[in-house]
């Protein structure tokens, strides 16, 4: 499920990406790359930086020793930046 939903992100179909993605956790929700990819397309093809924020965050909660913790952790920076600076320029505080 998980290949399958790199091949869909991968041919421009991001909402069957993350169906795959979704349906591999549900099977094992401890599987790290389901939670990784799907962060990736929500944060990069779907605009869901919240969203895939959350994903993130679930995955860095079930493992915080995932090898690509760090990666992780650096992308949930710049992702809560943008919102802040996409919240600012609305003018919400």
């Known amino acids: 499920m ?12 991001p909402d069957k990406a993350v169906e795959s993605f979704k349906k591999a956790i549900e099977v094992n929700p401890r599987h790290e790359n389901a ?7 929500l944060a990069s093809a779907k605009n869901d930086p919240a969203g895939a924020i959350k994903v ?3 995955l860095l909660k079930i493992n915080p020793n995932f090898p690509k913790a760090e990666t992780v952790k650096a992308e949930i920076v710049k992702l809560r ?12 505080p």
Do not use: F, H, I, P
């Open 56 to 58: 993130w965050e679930e």
């Open 35 to 41: 939670r990784l990819n799907l962060g990736v397309v």
């Open 81 to 92: 930046a943008q919102l802040a600076a996409k919240t600012t320029s609305q003018g919400k």
């Open 2 to 13: 998980v290949d399958m939903g790199t091949c869909y992100y991968k041919s421009g179909q």
